[in-house]
């Protein structure tokens, strides 16, 4: 628990730096015909916010040491390239005309998060990577088809809510959906690799031998 506090409040203090010292001119993230279709929805702030529910969850239901370093690994290297595309590339979502300040709930985000660091999305990236790990565990866990779907659900709300918040646009999304799913497959396939290496170097198990008479 300790280190994923101290990794977090790293993470919090590269980006923020990031976001307040762009090295090169900002790219504003041009509007989509989905953009168009989502409203500004203030209520969609519960959504937004329930992301740090649920990334914790994959990490709460972590088997061993094993996964434990594998997992660790993998979200330090989406935030890694997040930061680096944002150094190298420095995005900002376009000014929508709306009066914050009728939305004080959304007018705080505004202010702590401001509009840089668009794209991709890492909440999106981070919300994507976490359902692939929780659908993972839940068949696992052989939990059913219900608990898959509300994950699946709760991923796709809080993409919803990137958009009708405001806070991004739909190719940040779509940009922060596929690096979260290829660090996730990435890592995934690693993990299942490892396995399979530790299972040939394991020795075999003594149960049902019967001693020689």
Same mark, same amino acid.
């Given at each position: 628990?300790?280190?994923?506090?101290?990794?977090?409040?790293?993470?919090?203090?590269?980006?923020?730096?990031? +976001?307040?010292?762009?090295?090169?001119?900002? /790219?504003?993230?041009?509007?989509?015909?989905?953009?168009?279709?989502?409203?500004?929805?203030?209520?969609?702030?519960?959504?937004?916010?329930?992301?740090?529910?649920?990334?914790?969850?994959?990490?709460?239901? +972590?088997?061993?040491? =094993?996964?434990?370093?594998?997992?660790?690994?993998? /979200?330090?290297?989406?935030?890694?390239?997040?930061?680096?595309?944002?150094?190298?590339?420095? /995005?900002?979502?376009?000014? #929508?005309?709306?009066?914050?300040?009728?939305?004080?709930?959304?007018?705080?985000?505004?202010?702590?998060?401001?509009?840089?660091?668009?794209?991709?999305?890492?909440?999106?990236?981070?919300?994507? #990577?976490?359902?692939?790990?929780?659908? =993972?565990?839940?068949?696992?866990?052989?939990?059913?088809?219900?608990?898959?779907?509300?994950?699946?659900?709760?991923?796709?709300?809080?993409?919803?809510? /990137?958009?009708?918040? =405001?806070?991004?646009?739909?190719?940040?999304?779509?940009?922060?959906?596929?690096?979260?799913?290829?660090?996730?497959?990435?890592?995934?396939?690693?993990?299942?690799?490892?396995?399979?290496?530790?299972? =040939?170097?394991?020795?075999?198990?003594?149960?049902? +031998?019967?001693?020689?008479?």
């Amino acid at each position: 628990m300790g280190s994923n506090v101290a990794g977090l409040a790293v993470f919090f203090i590269a980006y923020f730096w990031v +976001l307040h010292h762009p090295q090169f001119a900002v /790219t504003v993230m041009p509007l989509t015909w989905l953009d168009h279709q989502i409203a500004f929805e203030p209520a969609a702030m519960p959504l937004y916010v329930s992301l740090w529910v649920y990334v914790s969850l994959p990490l709460a239901l +972590l088997k061993d040491r =094993r996964e434990l370093a594998s997992y660790g690994v993998a /979200t330090l290297a989406l935030s890694v390239i997040g930061l680096a595309i944002f150094i190298a590339w420095p /995005t900002a979502v376009p000014a #929508f005309g709306v009066d914050w300040s009728r939305y004080p709930s959304v007018a705080f985000l505004k202010a702590v998060d401001l509009a840089g660091n668009a794209c991709p999305s890492l909440h999106v990236a981070f919300a994507a #990577f976490s359902a692939v790990w929780l659908d =993972r565990q839940l068949r696992e866990m052989n939990v059913g088809v219900p608990a898959r779907v509300l994950n699946a659900a709760w991923c796709i709300g809080i993409v919803y809510s /990137t958009l009708a918040t =405001r806070q991004h646009v739909a190719l940040d999304a779509l940009a922060g959906a596929l690096l979260g799913l290829v660090v996730a497959a990435l890592q995934l396939h690693g993990l299942r690799h490892l396995e399979r290496q530790l299972a =040939r170097v394991r020795p075999p198990s003594s149960e049902g +031998l019967r001693p020689v008479v």
